[in-house]
């Protein structure tokens, strides 16, 4: 049996898929850069997507890929909304740290 | 056969042709103007009615028992579809629909000719037409809905047309008030109608009158009750009929033909359309007494304030109120085919006597005070003549229309053992037959007092006034306006919302040029109103073979129980007694102003009775109690409602609301800080959390 023709196991992609998944989330936590923290979204979403299809080609159903295309089209028009933001930010402040993005906060607090 | 029911189908038509022609000119009346909107509006009318005989044919051609046949509805299309509740906006076709709807048609015709020429020059020409075809249009829905609700679209409908147009010469302030007046009280009787829908509602699961009609007895007998007293008072609003009946002679501020049309021939007789539609509740239960009282209690009130009113259209307004009297009378004694033949003479007399009016008030350079009439028959005889047939009509006068349908009425009280209304009902037709004949003699007869002072037998009406105020639109400094200007009259001081012409003073002042006569356009209506005052009588003679109305109309009133004179000697009896009594009023009234009057702010009549002439002038006062009780105490308690229940017990539940909630999130409104990493930390812990408590809890 040639090494060339086994097959990758399904653990690994999800293994993986927890790795990106945690470094997203890590980033999202502790970056304070606001086009950072969207790019870690985009890696969480991302990571979300291959568990669906891991889990969609072990268990031989299709529901999971389809999942993945709403995914993909909700994480399209929510990168279209979140970058004119954040570029409009940018054209007020010079600047996008999360951290000084308050203005939601309960004043008298 | 079935041919005639699909077209029965088509009744949709009568209400469509008119609502078309509203929308077409209020969009592009303006541009059409006069007279070409009026003659479209006219055309749309007399087409309706043509569609009306058109129907009226087909439910002819059906047998007997067929034609109040619940086949005869038609579903349009689902107007609501609400759960349990399901309404559909239909028609039905029925022997008392296309009664009405003919009424509404045929007299709505002859009055839009007759607007074509009394609106001539008016800024707003095309608008009232469009709200003339409005208001035709939602009385035909009215009267041809197969559901309470469809009838109560069209209620409303005809509500916002009175309004409109009550209130069309709006710059002049006591339009407006009177229009707003109308529109309030009719919302009194409006809570009626809707407290009946929903309690019929809750009886039955549907508001259809093929449903509603057959069930009336299966229902709890203090349901029923309950449902057509709430119908009565829907009815008192639209009928004017007393408590409700306040807002029908300031209604008079409108156009003459508003007044002929909405006011006397078509809108208020609603009110009993909608009793004869609901009459299973009325014969199921014994609130048909009631009914009979009010209608019984409003003819006599009613016409012993007539007897006294100085403005002509005031004094006709109160005898539409008296006659609406003797209709609820006739419904309330289920004697619903004496009602509508009531309801049809009282149409042509009373459209006749309005549009006489109105070329009364054309011709008289918008004076409406009788007091400074007189003599009127030399210059204006083709009115003079109509409105003495009306005259001789209302009077009760055989053979004209008026003896038949109102001794009828009369004959069924005493028939039905219930004297008491008899009598009422005849000193009622004496008052009728008085306040008429003042009318027509102070008008038509006597002396001719619109003369300046100095300059005729009127002479010495201003003597002892120094202030003489103009009574009416028009001029207001004495010099008669020839070229009639219906816009505003600027005269009248805004501030006073009180009626054109009110009882006692101010004095009228002659405005010193005789009346001319209407225009042909104008007669004629009146003519054809006059003819049919006349003749209208032989829609349901009292004999057996000849009593057509009674016949046509025996499907829709299904089950009621006719009664009829014993002996043929004793009906007649009954009506020559009335007409008798009815008699000796024309006479005292004739003796009374055959000369006219000697001194224009004196009033035989009003000396006569003494002491009780300012009550009966003054409407008992009803007016003023209710502005005082409104002003006052009303006034006081919504003052307190405001002040107190408003501002401390709903507001204050309202804030104390705000106030709980706040001090709950003082303590956690610290952690709302703004930063988004700190959510998101919180986020991610919540999820960490929920992950946790699944898998070591749940998945244990």
Redesign the interface.
């Given at each position: 049996m040639p090494v060339l023709a086994t097959t990758i196991d399904a653990g690994w992609y999800l293994v993986l898929a927890a790795l990106v998944f945690t470094i997203g989330?890590a980033g999202?936590?502790?970056r304070?850069n606001v086009l950072v923290?969207f790019m870690c979204v985009e890696l969480m979403l991302n990571a979300v997507n291959l568990t669906f299809v891991t889990f969609a080609r072990e268990l031989n159903d299709i529901r999971g890929q389809v999942i993945v295309f709403f995914i993909l089209a909700v994480a399209a028009a929510e990168v279209a909304v979140g970058l004119a933001i954040i570029v409009a930010i940018f054209r007020r402040r010079r600047g996008a740290t999360?951290?000084d993005?308050?203005?939601?906060?309960?004043p008298?607090? | 056969m079935s041919g005639s029911r699909d077209l029965l189908h088509l009744a949709w038509i009568i209400p469509a042709l008119p609502l078309f022609g509203a929308v077409f000119l209020l969009l592009f009346g303006k541009r059409i103007g006069e007279p070409v909107a009026g003659w479209i509006a006219t055309a749309l009318m007399s087409l309706a009615f043509v569609w009306s005989l058109v129907m009226l044919v087909s439910l002819l051609d059906l047998p007997t028992e067929m034609r109040a046949s619940v086949l005869n509805a038609n579903v349009l299309w689902s107007w609501m579809p609400a759960g349990a509740l399901h309404v559909d906006m239909g028609t039905f076709a029925d022997p008392l629909s296309i009664t009405w709807a003919l009424l509404v048609t045929g007299v709505g015709t002859l009055i839009h000719l007759y607007s074509i020429g009394y609106m001539h020059g008016d800024e707003r020409y095309s608008r009232f037409f469009a709200y003339l075809n409005l208001f035709a249009a939602s009385m035909l829905i009215l009267v041809l809905g197969s559901n309470f609700l469809v009838t109560f679209l069209g209620w409303e409908g005809v509500g916002l047309c009175s309004y409109l147009l009550i209130s069309f010469w709006f710059e002049r302030n006591s339009a407006a008030v009177a229009g707003k007046k109308a529109f309030v009280t009719n919302r009194v009787g409006d809570v009626g109608f809707l407290l009946a829908m929903f309690l019929i509602f809750a009886s039955y699961g549907t508001l259809n009158y093929s449903a509603v009609g057959p069930g009336a007895r299966s229902v709890s007998s203090g349901t029923a009750t309950a449902i057509a007293l709430l119908l009565l008072l829907a009815a008192c609003g639209k009928s004017a009929q007393i408590p409700l009946h306040l807002w029908l002679p300031d209604a008079m501020e409108g156009p003459t033909p508003v007044s002929a049309l909405i006011h006397a021939a078509t809108m208020v007789t609603a009110g009993v359309f909608l009793l004869c539609r609901a009459h299973p509740f009325l014969d199921a239960t014994s609130s048909g007494t009631v009914v009979a009282w009010v209608g019984g209690i409003t003819a006599l009130l009613a016409g012993t304030v007539a007897i006294l009113q100085p403005d002509i259209k005031r004094a006709l307004a109160y005898s539409t109120v008296s006659q609406l009297g003797y209709m609820f009378l006739a419904v309330g004694l289920h004697a619903y085919t004496a009602a509508v033949f009531m309801v049809l003479c009282h149409a042509f007399y009373k459209g006749c006597l309005f549009l006489g009016s109105g070329s009364v008030i054309h011709g008289n350079h918008d004076v409406q005070d009788m007091r400074v009439m007189g003599g009127f028959r030399k210059y204006m005889p083709y009115t003079a003549f109509a409105m003495v047939v009306a005259w001789l009509a209302i009077a009760g006068v055989p053979p004209l229309s008026g003896f038949f349908s109102k001794d009828e009425i009369i004959s069924q009280a005493f028939l039905r053992d219930d004297y008491a209304l008899w009598v009422i009902g005849i000193v009622a037709a004496a008052f009728t037959a008085v306040y008429m004949t003042r009318l027509i003699f102070l008008t038509f007869y006597g002396n001719e007092r619109f003369r300046v002072a100095g300059d005729g037998p009127g002479a010495g009406s201003g003597v002892g006034h120094e202030a003489l105020p103009v009574i009416s639109g028009g001029s207001d400094d004495g010099v008669a306006v020839l070229d009639h200007d219906h816009t505003a009259p600027a005269g009248d001081d805004d501030s006073d919302p009180s009626p054109t012409v009110a009882y006692g003073d101010p004095v009228p002042v002659p405005n010193g040029h005789p009346p001319h006569e209407a225009p042909g356009i104008m007669v004629l209506p009146v003519m054809v109103l006059a003819l049919l005052a006349a003749i209208g009588g032989i829609l349901n003679l009292p004999f057996t073979s000849m009593e057509w109305l009674d016949k046509f109309l025996e499907p829709s009133f299904r089950g009621v129980p006719a009664v009829k004179p014993d002996s043929f000697a004793q009906g007649f009896g009954l009506e020559m007694l009335t007409f008798a009594i009815a008699a000796c009023g024309i006479f005292f009234a004739y003796k009374l102003y055959k000369k006219g009057l000697e001194y224009a702010d004196r009033d035989p009549l009003n000396e006569k009775l003494g002491v009780l002439a300012p009550i009966l002038g003054n409407a008992y006062y009803y007016d003023h109690g209710i502005s005082k009780l409104v002003g006052g105490p009303g006034r006081a308690t919504a003052s307190w409602l405001n002040r107190v229940v408003d501002a401390k017990i709903i507001d204050g539940a309202v804030n104390g609301v705000g106030h709980f909630f706040e001090l709950l999130s003082r303590g956690v409104q610290e952690i709302q800080d703004g930063h988004v990493r700190r959510y998101a930390m919180g986020i991610a812990l919540g999820t960490v959390g929920i992950l946790l408590y699944v898998v070591l809890w749940i998945g244990r």
């Open positions: 989330a999202l936590l502790t304070r923290m999360a951290d993005l308050d203005l939601l906060k309960d008298t607090a | -």
